[in-house]
């Protein structure tokens, strides 16, 4: 009689595959002291020089540029000067701004890059992905501030009083007034960016944005007044109104992409 063949139980070890939902360990570059001041002078270099080649550009749209603000400056006879150096003074002011304003993107990233080794993956993922639009919001921000804000400022103050105070002012002031509005409008256009890195990294949810909004009306119209050289209250308004308009566009962007 033939005996029966029984194949043996072989069982087969099937390596366990990781989880998606499994935590992952971040790995920091670690650096010395020595390789991270070698990496700030790097950037530094790097910045300093795009700078450099933007200002050779930003010379040729200088003086188009103070045509523009003498004639939304309501200066028809021309900018008023105290000093005999004051216009190559107030020239190489405003190209270097304007420098400044060309090689932005490249000053972000340079920053971005310096700061880099020391965040995690989710960290540098979230900061990459938000540096064009913190680029873009920030022109929008200046040109909102150059083409609306501050023309409509100028016609009410050069129109306050004019049968008493003729209005002559200084070119100093005129190119500080601009500056510091244009600057403020760029900051403050960053709204958006800053209220969905917060969500995202889990600092601070849509829902309490939300429940923050009375809060944030108080805070933007003081950020309004701040940055409106003007002390009326039109002025201040037109500018912070676009800026409440932002903060409900961070919560919308925070609840639909962020946590």
Known sequence: MARSLRMPNVRLKVPRLPRTDEPYED????MSLQEHLEELRSRV???????????IAAIFLTRPLLKFIRDKAQADQG???LSPTDPITVFM??????????????????????????????????????LPFVSLLFV??????????????FKFL??????IFQWSPNGMEIISFYITLMIGMGIAFELPIVMLLLSTLNIVSWRRMVKFRKYAAMLILVAGAIITPTPDPFNMLFVAAPIFVLYEVGIIVSRIFGK
């Not at 929008?140 to 400022?153: I, Q």
């Not at 050069?158 to 049968?163: C, I, K, T």
């Open 79 to 81: 900018i008023d000067i």
């Open 158 to 163: 050069s129109g306050f009083m004019s049968d």
């Open 45 to 55: 270099v790097k910045t300093c020089l795009s700078i450099g080649v933007a200002f």
């Open 93 to 130: 002011k405003v190209a270097l701004y304007i420098a400044i304003g060309f090689a932005l993107p490249i000053i972000i990233w340079q920053l971005v890059g310096f700061l880099a080794p020391g965040l995690t993956r989710r960290e540098k993922r979230y900061l990459f992905m938000s």
């Open 140 to 153: 929008a921000g200046a040109a909102f501030g150059s083409l609306l804000a501050a023309p409509r400022a």
């Open 27 to 30: 790995i920091f570059e670690e």
